[in-house]
T-cell receptor, first 111, second 111 residues
Framework: AQTIHQWPVAEIKAVGSPLSLGCTIK??????LYWYWQATGGTLQQLFY??????VESVVQLNLSASRPKDDQFILSTEKLLLSHSGFYLC??????????FGPGTRLTVL | QQKVQQSPESLTVSEGAMASLNCTFS??????FRWYRQHSAKGLEVLVS????GEKEEGRFTAHLNRANLHVSLHIREPQPSDSAVYLC???????????FGAGTRLKVIA
């Protein structure tokens, strides 16, 4: 079975502190990976995508960065959190444009 | 830049009645359309994907695509209270890896 694991489940962080969110894909190799962000009550926005290890493309600039250190791992991070980073972060995967499946998400609160 | 709009913003239907949701997009070269369901800011559940004009059925969910009219719809047959959720339309172009989501339609099914 193909599964998506995201960590942590939820995080409360201070403005200006660093952040690292993780996503691990289990199952078929070489997936396309995606990071999405959803502000509370807002529209889901794609942040990054990666079609291969070591390559990440930015879609929306939110003072965040992403990396893909392994085929099955996608990391979202920043050195300094802003209040506007609060929201729900979702990792997703697909293969060759087929159906995109989402992880359970991480809820981030920045105070 | 792709614009995706969903209507109505919210919809209440009685259990067993057909529910119809709409999604319009601005980029006529789009060829990858997906409908998702999201319960209370959790991960997304894919319902149906459609790539060519016409109709695609997945269980009680049917998507209709008319690319000339820049319109894709979702019809839910015999909706149940457990179908109450936010329904999201996502549009992309094959090989583009960029997905634009609509703001969603909040569906409430009453018994």
């Amino acid at each position: 079975a193909q599964t998506i694991h995201q960590w942590p489940v939820a995080e409360i962080k201070a403005v200006g502190s660093p952040l690292s969110l993780g996503c691990t894909i289990k199952g078929k190799s070489s997936p396309n990976l995606y990071w999405y962000w959803q502000a509370t009550g807002g529209t889901l926005q794609q942040l990054f995508y990666s079609i291969t290890v070591g390559q990440v493309e930015s879609v929306v600039q939110l003072n965040l960065s992403a990396s893909r250190p392994k085929d099955d791992q996608f990391i979202l991070s920043t050195e300094k959190l802003l209040l506007s980073h609060s929201g729900f972060y979702l990792c997703a995967r697909d293969w060759g444009g087929a159906e995109q499946f989402f992880g359970p998400g991480t809820r981030l609160t920045v105070l | 830049q792709q614009k995706v709009q969903q209507s109505p913003e919210s919809l209440t239907v009685s259990e067993g009645a057909m529910a119809s949701l709409n999604c319009t997009f601005s980029d006529g070269t789009s060829n990858n359309f997906r409908w998702y369901r999201q319960h209370s800011a959790k991960g997304l559940e894919v319902l149906v994907s459609i790539f060519s004009d016409g109709e695609k059925e997945e269980g009680r969910f049917t998507a209709h695509l008319n690319r000339a009219n820049l319109h894709v719809s979702l019809h839910i047959r015999e909706p149940q209270p457990s179908d109450s959720a936010v329904y999201l339309c996502a549009v992309s172009r094959e090989g583009n890896y960029k997905y634009v989501f609509g703001a969603g339609t909040r569906l409430k099914v009453i018994a």
